[in-house]
């Protein structure tokens, strides 16, 4: 009797593993019809989790480039364009663009940190992460499109609604989107060395979407002979509050619309080949909740020091980076009177940081993650912030535009490592987590590292905002005060270095280095090797009783 219990219990674990793998189909049927194929040996079951899966491809990382390109091409055009859409074009009120951009921020930070959790509870037969990517890619790139879609409503409240349904949705869907393909670096391969060459691609195919989205715009609008919005020191404007010298207001819908279709294109394309051309591992090791929003697992995640770490390093670098790159071109335009060359510079900078990417991730497998955020920060973005407060058109004269792109060059090869870092560090925070508490949690690590830095970017916005309106800056005004001329200095070239020295002292605690990551590699290979042979012994085990009873 103890025989038969002990039988029982090995078969039902292999039974168990079986029904996880999707193999109990064929162990099912063989028990079902044991009398009519007992006259047949038995064949093994060699379905089994491959030890070492096929190394990634170069089409893989491409592809996972791509997806990228989904994110930050219309992020990119959203955040540049859209405003001047919606007051120029679309026409409705700053009160009502103040309820629609508060809308969509609080939208997308709260839809943000509950992704996560429902990403990660997600097992189906085609993945966990895939699912998400495809049932949010044609949703979200129907709500663009019509974003940029001037409707025929008379009313102001009509026009509101409309634009928040679909702004709202596309930044709803924008996170479930965005969750699960950070997610998928860390579910397309479990070596480091293939997640860091995913992760360059990534950083690199995203730095060249920002100046592919200013391109398609300034071509649409070039192919119609239009101009994007209301330029204070020309003659054209798109806003009937004053006189309108340049082309019709349908011209500027139909501009918009096109270059929004286009996006809408590439944004479905690039969707699309992240889940038919990035593998997906299926985590076999599921781990039972009881709940979506497990609060242990919570805290446990919270308390965890290198998650800490890595939350302030990755806020503060985000800060500055954003801040940059946000007040660049006001910077260009008024504190240096380069307003022609602000596109030019643009880019440089975009070229520069491309290629940087690539060249990051070579000397950062050479010296470190934490030695290469040191050098990026000391040897390029402390020296390049500090040119841009110290340049004036009085002491450098005629040299100031060769000056400033040099200086651009030299930025954007510092920049070019702050997106590669960032995103290797977090799979190596994960990996360090899964070590520890065997829970890999990924889904909800990028969930919450993404919502922080959604608040902190709305945060530093509104001060920095109210800081220029404090020093009288005016849109309208073709020439600013000096006062507004310092405060963009100081914002665009100040905060950044404050930011940076801060982030150094995290850099400095961060808790794991190049020996430890080694150490956690190993154990985390260790682990699975060990997993693998007890899964096979289950099965033989279940394969041999089957033979037994049949016999």
């Known amino acids: 009797m103890l025989c038969n219990v002990s039988l029982t219990e090995v078969l039902a674990s292999g039974l168990e593993w079986l029904l996880a793998t999707g193999e109990s189909q064929t162990l099912t049927r063989r028990s079902n019809h044991s009398s009519a194929t007992s ?35 219309t992020g990119n055009a959203i955040g540049l364009f859209f405003p001047v859409f919606i007051l120029e074009v679309a026409q409705i009120t700053p009160a009502q663009n103040s309820i629609l951009t508060i809308t ?68 709803l869907l924008m996170r479930g989107f965005g969750n699960a393909r950070s997610s998928l670096v860390m579910f397309a391969t479990q070596e480091p060395r293939e997640r860091d060459t995913l992760n360059t691609y990534s950083s690199a195919f995203d730095t060249a979407a920002i100046l592919l989205s200013t391109l398609i715009q300034q071509g649409t609008f070039a192919l119609f002979h239009a101009d994007i919005g209301y330029d204070p020191c020309g003659n054209g404007t798109l806003n009937g509050t004053h006189a309108h010298h340049g082309p019709s207001l349908d011209t500027e819908k139909t501009a918009y619309m096109t270059a929004g279709a286009v996006g809408t294109g590439i944004f479905v394309v690039c969707g699309l080949a992240a889940v038919l051309g990035v593998p997906e591992r299926k985590d076999i090791s599921r781990v039972q909740r009881s709940s979506c929003f497990p609060a242990g697992d919570i805290k446990e995640l919270v308390l965890h020091p290198p998650f800490l770490a890595m939350a302030v390093i990755n806020l ?111 799979t190596d925070v994960i990996d360090n987590f899964k070590l520890k508490t065997d829970k890999k949690m990924a889904s909800i690590l990028y969930s ?40 963009l200095r100081y914002i665009t070239a100040g905060t950044p270095p404050a930011a940076y020295v801060i982030a150094l002292l995290f850099v400095w605690l961060y808790p794991i280095t190049e020996e430890s990551r080694m150490r956690t590699k190993m154990a985390l290979d260790a682990r699975r090797t060990a997993a693998d042979e007890e899964r096979r012994t289950l099965l033989n085990n279940a394969d041999n009783i089957s033979v037994q009873e049949r016999l």
């Open 39 to 73: 006259r047949h040996p038995v064949d093994k079951i060699t379905t089994m989790p491959k030890e070492n899966p096929k190394p990634l491809h170069f089409w893989n990382n491409v592809c996972y480039g791509l997806s990228a390109v989904a994110l930050s091409i």
């Open 104 to 171: 969509a921020k609080v939208v997308s930070s709260v839809s943000g940190f509950f992704v996560g959790f429902l990403v990660e509870a997600t097992n189906t037969r085609w993945g966990k992460l895939k699912p998400w990517l495809f049932l949010t890619t044609f949703p979200a790139a129907a709500c663009y499109f019509f974003l940029w879609f001037s409707p025929d409503i008379v009313s102001p409240t009509g026009k509101l609604i409309w634009y928040l349904a679909f702004y709202g949705g596309f930044k």
């Open 316 to 426: 503060l670098l985000m800060l500055g980076l954003n801040t940059k790159q946000n007040y660049r071109a006001l910077l260009l335009q008024y504190t240096f009177n380069l307003s022609d060359q602000v596109f030019y510079i643009i880019i440089v900078y975009t070229v520069a940081s491309i290629v940087a990417t690539f060249v990051w991730s070579v000397v950062m497998r050479r010296i470190g993650r934490k030695e290469t955020v040191c050098l990026g920060i000391l040897v390029f973005l402390l020296p390049n912030n500090a040119a841009l407060l110290i340049a004036t058109e009085e002491l450098l004269g005629s040299a100031l535009l060769p000056f400033m792109y040099a200086v651009t060059v030299w930025g954007g090869i510092g920049d070019g490592s702050f997106k590669l870092i960032l995103s290797v560090m977090k």
């Open 448 to 487: 919450l590292w993404g919502s922080s830095s959604i608040v902190m970017n709305g945060i530093s916005t509104a001060v920095f905002n109210w800081i220029l309106q404090s020093a009288n800056y005016n849109a309208d005004d073709c020439v600013q005060p000096n006062r507004v001329k310092q405060a």
